[in-house]
């Protein structure tokens, strides 16, 4: 890892928090080979999934602070341009028009949430602009063509197959399923249910609910009722933190796993003791000396390590993009057909994510970069998330 200089991109995370929207200054009208590199930055920074995308955000802001203090591609710097869609499709659909058409950036990273994600990809493919997707799992993200889009993250079947695994070596062979009804719930049950049954395990029910629901009870009441020895929760962190608070309230002290979406803050804001002995797939290993590292460059840089999963996401993410802009040169760089080509021939790049080894490689036919070596299961206690 290469030595922070702990310097923000201030004048691009200006742009993109005091105007609304995320509206910047105007594209130049030509490209004279030593002007800033533009890259859009697209996802939630003010909204319900704002642990993410804020994270995301900082992770990629701390990679272009040392690409810039190393020399950039031969000097020419990168300029991040920011846009929030508030998690909301339309808007990142409007995003997305906004930084390839006005703005005319080069790449795009973003987003974090599965529906802003397939509204990103769809303008940025038709557009032919490079969009690397640093969170969002769900494998409809890279349904259709995807040229010019790439993910560096695990995919939600990555993460559900070491997750059931992990249950089935714990002994726990009754699996209670619940989820909730966004994109992002959805997506995972039918992965869950094909997962569980190729493990050997029973799935001995399945309850629904809508988001922001108040009580789980009536769910976790159906789920003890059928017998489950485990739970996985498909769903975000307050409601994920609901359910622990309503199984503790009931008595009934039954595990509970989940996916990436638990890794927000308020799961444990809300969930407290409750949540404590919580199991989730992440991608941030503390333990491994690039993870110690990452930990304390974000600390010495925002002061918090809080989502530091998705923090080092968009970090990982920024990264593969900025070295395949080295690899195309300065004047290369701002080509979109050029570092699209580049990305694609990213071979073994070293992740700061994942376990130890873990690395991104894309190819012709293979967009879809990171491995089951990019997962990592978590466990919640009083110091919150920690490799288990």
């Given amino acids: 890892m290469r030595t922070s200089t702990k310097k923000v991109v201030l004048a691009a995370a200006l742009a993109g928090l005091l105007l609304p929207l995320g509206a910047c200054s105007a594209q130049s009208s030509a490209d004279d080979g030593t ?84 509204a990103t990809v769809k303008v940025t493919q038709a557009r032919g602009v490079p969009q690397i997707v640093p969170i969002a799992q769900s494998p409809e993200v890279m349904e259709g063509d995807t040229e010019y889009t790439f993910r560096t993250s695990a995919t939600n079947p990555m993460d559900i197959a070491v997750l059931v695994e992990y249950a089935k070596s714990q002994g726990w062979e009754k699996i209670g399923l619940l989820h909730d009804t966004s994109a992002y719930g959805l997506s995972g ?85 409750a949540g404590e002995g919580t199991y989730a797939t992440g991608g941030f290993d503390i333990t491994k000396p690039e993870g110690a590292a990452f930990a304390e460059m974000m600390q010495d840089t925002f002061s918090t390590t809080d989502s530091i999963d998705f923090a080092v996401l968009g970090y990982d993410a920024a990264s593969v993009l900025f070295d395949a802009m080295t690899r195309v040169g300065a004047d290369g760089a701002t080509d979109r057909d050029k570092v699209r080509d580049a990305i694609e021939e990213t071979t073994d790049f070293p992740t700061v994510h994942g376990q130890e080894g873990a690395s991104i490689s894309f190819g012709p036919d293979d967009h879809e970069g990171a491995s089951e070596s990019a997962v990592v299961v978590v466990t919640y206690g009083p110091d919150g998330w920690s490799t288990n």
């Fill in 35 to 118: 002007s800033p590199i533009k890259v859009g930055v697209i996802g939630d920074f003010s909204a319900g999934s704002a642990d993410m995308g804020v994270a995301m955000r900082q992770g990629v802001e701390m990679a272009a602070d040392e690409f810039n203090a190393d020399g950039g591609v031969d000097g020419r710097e990168v300029e991040l341009v920011f846009y929030d869609d508030e998690g909301d499709a339309q808007k990142a659909t409007t995003g997305a028009q906004h930084l390839a058409d006005r703005e005319k950036v080069t790449a795009v990273l973003g987003n974090p949430n599965t529906g802003t994600a397939i």
């Fill in 189 to 273: 049950v039918d992965l869950i249910e094909s997962q569980v049954a190729e493990s050997g395990l029973d799935l001995v029910a399945t309850e629904r609910y809508e988001v922001g629901a108040v009580d789980l009870t009536p769910q976790a009441l159906k789920l003890k009722n059928a017998g489950a020895d485990a739970v996985v929760m498909w769903s975000l962190g307050a409601d994920g933190a609901r359910f622990a608070l309503n199984t503790d309230g009931m008595g009934w002290d039954v595990p509970l796993l989940g996916g990436r979406g638990l890794l927000f803050n308020i799961f444990g804001e809300l969930a407290g003791a």
